[in-house]
């Protein structure tokens, strides 16, 4: 006869999250940048300074068997912009979870993750002035107490029995990203074969330049790096550039001059594959569905192959299904910390791969390792695309965190099974 467990308490602690929120608003508008801060007025609702220290609430479930499970509440770099919940303040969140969440958890019984997750979820949205953040740590502890009381420890099982998937756990591709460290950081990713690089934190104009030729020249220095310091020649990582819609601001929103830019940028990547995210900004998110299926169509039209990523405003599992289902790009940014609860970014990777469109499990930099662990146990049991490396920007954390826990899930399921 199985023993009920269930939440005998609900704990939350403040803390920092592995890098920093930015106003991305402010930083378009031309913040002057000195060190690794940013000097100007913040233009971003919630921000005090341009540059602030990222924050997380660590969320602790005290189960009756005396099991502690525990999950990471976090908000992604540029919070507040591009339809995303405002920023969170640690010690409020921390307090109104205590407060009262913990009093409508205290109880419940341990059983499905799912049915857990999306009571949560209803619960937090009614009461939490931060629920997506909320969600998101809320249900990293509800998946590690799933598979506490399954008996495996193993979250990427739970998920796979759960969501009834047949595919077999298999190691995902890792995207790294440099940071403000664009040349250093990718001589760190070719040595240790990094599947998908480098991001490249293209935030300013300047970085693109007229006409794109700035990041074209960028580009070609990663392609011809990769050569130089590739310690095998099987080695063929894909080139994959976040530009936060800069492409198309330097275009002055021409869909045409957008595609001219990035057909050099592929013959500048050439061979390599080449990933261009949020290439222009709509201002919303119909529209951005509307340019980036014009632009991607554009592309094709002229025999350009460069994978289009959708980023910003999609933001929620629907808005993740209305861009899949709409052709609008090849790969949807399917951001954690925006979806709140993981059963959310489950289910939006699930439907990407019905739709045929790639899944990039990502989130920010601003996390931690353990919602950075809980991504990756996502990633094996759904098989995406790609999954990001975080947190932090200085790429060797994050990236051991990830690989390790994917090494990790799959050598406990091989006894498993």
């Not at 995303?84 to 407060?99: G, K, S, T, V």
């Not at 009093?103 to 009571?119: D, H, K, N, T, Y």
């Amino acid at each position: 006869m199985s023993i009920l467990i269930t939440i005998r308490e609900v704990l939350a602690s403040p803390g920092l999250g592995s890098f920093f929120f930015d106003d991305q608003a402010a930083i378009k508008a031309g913040a002057r940048r000195e060190g690794a801060a940013y000097i100007g007025q913040a233009q971003t609702p919630g921000f005090k300074a341009i540059r602030e220290p990222s924050e997380s609430v660590s969320v602790m479930l005290v189960l009756s068997d005396g099991y502690v499970a525990k999950g990471d509440c976090a908000s992604v770099q540029y919070t507040g912009v591009g339809g995303r919940e405002p920023r969170f303040h640690a010690a409020h969140l921390a307090a109104q979870i205590e407060e009262q969440l913990a009093p409508r958890l205290r109880g419940l019984e341990v059983r499905s993750f799912r049915q857990m997750a999306i009571l949560a979820e209803k619960i937090i949205d009614e009461s939490l002035q931060s629920p997506r953040a909320a969600a998101y740590g809320m249900s990293q502890a509800l998946l590690d107490a799933a598979a506490h009381v399954a008996g495996h420890h193993l979250m990427a099982q739970v998920i796979k029995d759960e969501w009834q998937i047949k595919r077999p756990f298999a190691i995902v591709p890792i995207y790294g990203q440099c940071g403000d460290a664009r040349y250093r950081n990718v001589d760190k990713m070719i040595p240790k074969n990094v599947p998908v690089l480098p991001h490249g934190l293209i935030n300013t104009p300047d970085l693109v330049g007229v006409d794109g030729k700035k990041l074209e020249e960028y580009i070609r220095w990663v392609n011809a790096r990769i050569a130089q310091l590739r310690v095998s020649h099987d080695y063929h990582p894909v080139i994959h550039i976040d530009v936060y819609g800069l492409i198309g601001t330097c275009a002055a929103g021409s869909i045409d001059s957008t595609a001219n830019i990035i057909q050099r940028l592929e013959s500048a990547a050439c061979p390599h594959q080449l990933r261009i995210e949020h290439p222009l900004d709509a201002g919303g998110r119909d529209a951005q569905i509307e340019a980036l299926g014009t632009l991607r169509h554009t592309l094709r039209s002229r025999g350009c192959k460069v994978a289009i990523v959708a980023d910003e405003w999609a933001n929620t599992a629907d808005d993740v299904h209305l861009f899949a289902e709409a052709g609008a790009a090849d790969m949807v940014h399917i951001k954690t910390p925006d979806l709140g609860s993981l059963h959310n970014t489950i289910n939006a990777i699930l439907d990407c791969h019905e739709h045929g469109v790639g899944s990039f499990l990502g989130g920010s930099c601003t996390e931690t390792d353990l919602s950075a662990r809980a991504t990756a146990n996502v990633g094996i049991a759904t098989g995406v695309t790609q999954v990001l490396a975080k947190p932090g920007m200085g790429f060797d954390e994050g990236f051991s965190i990830v690989l390790n826990e994917m090494n990790r899930a799959l050598r406990i399921a091989q006894i498993l099974s």
